[in-house]
C-alpha cells in the first residue's frame, strides 16, 4: 500500500507527464530538423554529351548520361530532393541545330527536373518551336512570373509559380528572366511583354509567404549573376531589392561561384544565391535543414563535377 507522501509524489509526476505530453512529442520536431536538398543546373546549351578529348579545359566533363546517374545516386541517398534549371536548355550544339530542342527537353523529363526557368536562347528556333517541345515532351513545368505572353504561342505554356510538397515542407519556387529587347530578335521574342522582374518577385514571393505558408521560396532566375552596369537587374540587384526570397538559382551569366553569395535583403534577412558555370559541367547541391527551434539554414554546399569518372 502506498504511503500518503508517495502517493501523492506520483500523483504530481503523472499530472505532469500528461500535461507536457503533447510539448515533448513536439520537441522532436523543434531537435530533429526536416531535410532538403537542392540540385541544380543552369546553362546546359544543348551539350548532350560531354566535351571532346581534345585537350581542352572542359575534356571530358558534362553530359546527360554522368549527369543522370548523379542525381540517381543522390536520390537513393537522400529522402527529400528537388531539381531545378535556370535555363537556357537551348543552343549550343549540332543537337539543337537538328531537332531544335526535343532531345534536350526529353532528357530533363527523363532525369525528373522538378521545374526550369526560361532562358533568351530557348527563344532561338522561335516560340512556336519552344510551345511544341514543352508540350510534346516535357513532364515538368517552366516557371516565369515576368513575361506575359499573351496572344503568343507560349500563351499556357508556362506558370508564374508551382508549389512543392516535400514531406511536410512546402516549397514555392517561381521564375524571372531577363529583358528580351535587345537580346532576343524581335521576330522571336514577338508580342510577349517583358514585366519588371523586382515587383512581379516581390509580389509571388508576397503571397507564396503570406497566402500559401511556403517554408522555403526559391527563385529560378535568367537575369545574370551580377554587372558592372547599375541599371540591369541581376540576382545581386534581385536579392537586395526583395522580401520574402531565401533563394536564387541563377543562370545567364555562365558564373561558377565556388560557394554560394549571402545577401540581405530589404528586410535585413539572408537570401542565398548560387550559379553553377554553364554546359552541366557542374551540378549545384545545397542541402538544408528546417527546425521550429532554429528556423532554416543551409548545412551544406557542394558543386559536382560531372564526368564519366563521377559519374559512374
Known sequence: MLSRKRFIRQAALS?????????????AEYFSPLKLTILHTNDTHSRLEPFPMDGGRNQGLGGIAARAQLITEIRQQEEQVLLFDAGDIFQGTPYFNLYKGEPEIKAMSSMKYDATTI??????????????QLSRHANFPMLIANYDFT?????????????????????GVFGVGIE??????DSLFGATKYLDPISKANEVA?????DEKCDMIICLSHLGYKYKESNIVS???LAKETENVDLIIGGHTHTFLDDPIVYKNKKGDDVIVN????????????DFEFSKFSGKKLTKNHNISVSQKTGG
Open 15 to 27: 499530472a505532469g507527464a500528461m500535461l507536457a505530453g503533447p510539448s515533448i512529442v513536439n520537441a
Open 180 to 185: 528580351g529587347r535587345g537580346l532576343i530578335p
Open 119 to 132: 532562358g533568351n536562347h530557348d527563344f532561338d528556333a522561335g516560340m512556336e518551336n519552344l510551345a511544341t
Open 275 to 286: 550559379q553553377v558555370g554553364f554546359a552541366g559541367i557542374i551540378l549545384g547541391r545545397l
Open 206 to 210: 508576397g503571397k507564396l509567404k503570406a
Open 235 to 237: 540576382d545581386e540587384v
Open 151 to 171: 496572344g503568343t504561342p507560349m500563351e499556357y505554356k508556362t506558370q508564374p509559380y508551382k508549389i512543392f510538397k516535400k514531406g511536410k515542407l512546402k516549397i
